[in-house]
């Protein structure tokens, strides 16, 4: 029956690792079996965003002669950092794109001015000896603005991590690995040389792989393995590609917003939504950190939590009973992290068929939140605190005996909205006494664990709001 139930459990993890590698898993099932001819560039998020900018009044002449990658950074292999650079040497080449997709500027040459002036040379040589001074080649455009900049920075490994479970060798797991890639665009004014604008995005770069797969013998000298799996690298020119073009939309954006140029009067009204697209969109980056996370969440300053809870026992018997118990906490912040708690509780405390004891608790506790603008904050508290056997079925019917209490523990909280969420935690209790069960043997004391579930209601606010997050 053992044997049967273990391969039961080993096939349904089997099933749920291929399921869990399968969803969604777009690249999994475009696995390259044979080569592939030629194809036009794949687009990003932002291009089409770029080529929906306002019409622009009058499009400005604006040249780049050298948008690089300045950062020097190497490919990161496993055995440390190759010769292949990790960035495209060719940025100047997507800037120049983007600048012209974005329908606002008339890019002209100057990253190879040199070969360009040779060409006029040339054809300039040419027509003067068939033709007069008076046709000549007309003048070069010459840029109202210059376009400077480049690719600032690449961190490589700024989050990596991954899961797996395997049970009598089947099972799969995941490794993920985040790099980001900086961009800084400025244009500048060629008559003056003022800095009109500087503008300042990034990208990250993921890469991911997941495999699943078993390893074991299924009868007498029949063994299985199965192995499958995939890993996927973001491409880092696609990356840069982004950068370039959320930097060239900012820039025009910026630049209608100060009246540095401006929209063609058709275009007044979707110029007007695209500044308060935005305008809601610099003020959720202000609110986010450089891994994603948003401050989103008033802290509250008073928090009541009626909870469920379940409470195992650890005492001088040798069995230990679960037993079911409640409770209300009440949280007061003083500060947008630390705070003052009151826990009162009831359960009890068993050993299965030996003893049982119903208490009641009540105790003091520090508590620390450390992510309180976050809709998920991991919670720390630790206190003292009294415990008592109660005699009857009211929570305050407590007779004999009461015991000084020390207890700590973790959770975390969920945040709703704005007037409830969602509290888990787990704590040690420890009572300082070891005839809690009514024998003292051993040479630690009794104590026990209680695990809790309950809902928090947010009754006031915290005055401080969240501040933007410096990056």
């Given at each position: 029956m053992f044997h049967s139930g273990l391969r039961i459990g080993a096939i349904l993890l089997i099933a749920s690792s291929f399921m869990?590698?399968?969803?969604?898993?777009?690249?999994?099932?475009?696995?390259?079996?044979?080569?592939?001819?030629?194809?036009?560039?794949?687009?990003?998020?932002?291009?089409?965003?770029?080529?929906?900018?306002?019409?622009?009044?009058?499009?400005?002449?604006?040249?780049?002669?050298?948008f690089r990658d300045q950062t020097g950074q190497y490919k990161q292999t496993e055995t440390g950092s190759g010769f292949s650079t990790a960035v495209s040497q060719g940025t100047t080449n997507i800037?120049?794109?983007?600048?012209?997709?974005?329908?606002?500027?008339?890019?002209?040459?100057?990253?190879n001015v040199s070969n360009l002036l040779n060409e006029r040379k040339i054809i300039r040589s040419s027509l003067s000896q068939y033709k007069s001074e008076a046709e000549n080649l007309p003048p070069l455009l010459f840029a109202g603005v210059i376009l400077e900049g480049g690719i600032v920075s690449y961190d490589a490994n700024t989050i990596t991590g991954g899961a797996g479970l395997r049970f009598f060798g089947t099972g799969g797991s995941s490794q993920y690995r985040q790099d980001r890639v900086t961009v800084y665009l400025r244009a500048v004014a060629t008559k003056s040389g003022k800095i009109l604008k500087t503008v300042y995005t990034s990208k990250t770069i993921l890469s991911q792989a997941i495999d699943a797969g078993t390893f074991r013998y299924v009868s007498f000298k029949r063994l299985l393995?199965?192995?499958?799996?995939?890993?996927?690298?973001?491409?880092?020119?696609?990356?840069?590609?982004?950068?370039?073009?959320?930097?060239?939309?900012?820039?025009?954006?910026?630049?209608?917003?100060?009246?540095?140029?401006?929209?063609?009067?058709?275009g007044a009204e979707q110029a007007q939504n695209a500044l308060s697209a935005y305008a809601r969109e610099k003020t959720e980056m202000s609110q986010t950190d450089i891994h994603g996370a948003r401050n989103t969440v008033e802290p509250s300053r008073l928090t009541v939590q009626p909870y469920a809870s379940v409470w195992r026992y650890y005492g001088d018997f040798a069995t230990h009973g679960i037993r079911t118990g409640y409770g209300l906490t009440a949280d007061v912040y003083l500060s947008n992290s630390f705070g003052i708690q009151?826990?009162?509780?009831?359960?009890?405390?068993?050993s299965d068929q030996?003893?049982?004891?119903?208490?009641?608790?009540?105790?003091?506790?520090?508590?620390?939140?450390?992510?309180?603008?976050?809709?998920?904050?991991?919670?720390?508290?630790a206190g003292i605190g009294v415990i008592g056997c109660r005699t009857g079925s009211s929570p305050v019917d407590i007779g004999g005996k009461q015991y000084i209490?020390?207890?700590?523990?973790?959770?975390?909280?969920?945040?709703?909205?704005?007037?409830?969420?969602?509290?888990?935690?787990?704590d040690y209790q420890q009572?300082?006494?070891?005839?809690?069960?009514?024998?003292?043997?051993?040479?630690?004391?009794?104590?026990y664990l209680r695990g809790s579930v309950g809902l928090s209601f947010y009754l006031g606010r915290s005055v401080r709001r969240p501040a933007p997050l410096h990056r």
């Open positions: 869990w590698l399968l969803a969604g898993c777009s690249a999994y099932f475009h696995q390259p079996t044979r080569t592939q001819s030629a194809r036009l560039g794949e687009e990003t998020s932002i291009t089409a965003e770029l080529r929906n900018l306002p019409a622009p009044h009058e499009k400005i002449v604006a040249a780049v002669y050298k800037l120049l794109k983007a600048l012209e997709e974005s329908g606002w500027f008339v890019p002209i040459e100057r990253e393995e199965v192995e499958t799996g995939y890993a996927t690298n973001e491409p880092a020119q696609m990356a840069v590609t982004e950068a370039i073009e959320k930097a060239v939309q900012s820039l025009v954006l910026e630049g209608i917003k100060d009246n540095l140029w401006t929209v063609d009067e058709k009151v826990n009162a509780s009831v359960g009890t405390l068993a030996k003893f049982s004891c119903p208490v009641s608790t009540l105790q003091g506790n520090l508590i620390y939140r450390s992510l309180p603008f976050r809709r998920i904050t991991p919670l720390v508290f209490l020390l207890n700590g523990g973790i959770g975390t909280e969920y945040a709703i909205n704005h007037v409830f969420g969602l509290r888990t935690t787990l009572p300082m006494t070891d005839a809690l069960d009514g024998i003292m043997a051993g040479n630690h004391r009794d104590y």
